[in-house]
């Protein structure tokens, strides 16, 4: 049974975690991710497993779960991550908006030490440190340090905020919709920013990030376009600030993971 007080704001409920999961043929690792959600300290959450048209049994592994907070949709054919969030989004109902990837996991006091902390602070939108692994999360690598806040400009030189950290206060931001180009959260969180506000971190370590130990170069390459598009088609910045943006992208990245 949910114990938050159904206190609304933008119809939103009060002390409620919504927790989107896109997922596509995720059977061999789901049960991971949605154990980690389970294992939370913080009990007032639920979570929309969104199935972007699945061809495997993730269905059947989501629907051996019997906890009544979590929730499963299927879209009929595959959309892509940003239309599976969006429909997660869509439906949920709780004030606090979470990202989780089905095949990423939360250690146990995430949400309650990074809601302790947003209260605290005041603020509505806060993300935290963490760690990827390849293998197995007990085997994880170096910490993903961030930096104490950002702004749209300091976002800018370099997206800080892992998808799977992050927490957003909707009463005080109401309307997340994730474009649907790549990089997507990195847009949504520059569009959210861009308004004016500030993002906070919490160093601590609470989650772990499954990396994909094939094409490592390849796709390093690939997120170099995409965060050009996001300056210059998105951002709609010129060629000499983008090149400024992206310099620094570049450099931070290195410092993140090496």
């Known amino acids: 049974m949910l114990m938050y007080m159904p206190k609304k704001k933008n119809k939103f409920l009060d002390n409620l975690v919504s927790i989107i999961m896109p997922a596509f043929?995720?059977?061999g690792y789901i049960c991971e991710s949605i154990d980690s959600v389970l294992a939370q300290t913080y009990a007032e959450w639920e979570l929309w497993v969104v199935d972007d048209g699945s061809t495997d049994n993730t269905a059947e592994v989501v629907k051996k779960f019997k906890d009544r907070r979590i929730h499963y949709v299927k879209q009929a054919t595959n959309k892509?991550?940003?239309?599976?969030?969006?429909?997660?989004?869509?439906?949920?109902?709780?004030?606090?908006l979470a990202f989780l990837d089905s095949d990423d996991i939360?250690?146990?006091?995430?949400?309650?030490?990074?809601?302790?902390?947003?209260?605290r602070k005041k603020c509505g939108m806060s993300?935290?440190?963490?760690?990827?692994?390849?293998?197995?999360?007990?085997v994880a690598g170096k910490l993903i340090?961030?930096?104490?806040?950002?702004?749209?400009?300091?976002?800018?030189?370099?997206?800080?905020?892992?998808?799977?950290?992050?927490?957003?206060?909707?009463?005080?931001?109401?309307?997340?919709?994730?474009?649907?180009?790549?990089?997507?959260?990195?847009?949504t969180w520059l569009g959210i920013l861009s308004g004016g506000g500030t993002a906070y971190s919490l160093h601590e370590d609470l989650a772990r990030y499954r990396?994909?130990?094939?094409?490592?170069?390849?796709?390093?390459?690939?997120?170099?376009?995409?965060t050009w598009n996001v300056y210059r088609k998105h951002q709609k910045l010129s060629v000499l600030k983008s090149g400024y943006y992206m310099a620094h992208y570049v450099v931070n990245g290195l410092r993140k993971h090496y």
């Open 25 to 27: 043929n995720s059977a």
């Open 80 to 96: 892509g991550v940003a239309a599976a969030r969006n429909l997660g989004i869509e439906k949920s109902q709780g004030r606090f």
């Open 106 to 119: 939360w250690l146990p006091e995430k949400l309650e030490k990074q809601l302790a902390f947003m209260n």
């Open 127 to 138: 993300y935290t440190e963490y760690r990827q692994f390849v293998n197995h999360p007990d």
């Open 145 to 187: 340090r961030t930096r104490d806040s950002v702004d749209y400009q300091v976002l800018l030189k370099g997206n800080d905020i892992g998808c799977l950290t992050v927490i957003i206060d909707r009463w005080q931001h109401p309307r997340i919709v994730m474009p649907p180009y790549r990089h997507e959260d990195y847009l």
């Open 211 to 226: 990396k994909s130990d094939k094409s490592l170069s390849s796709n390093k390459w690939n997120s170099m376009k995409w």
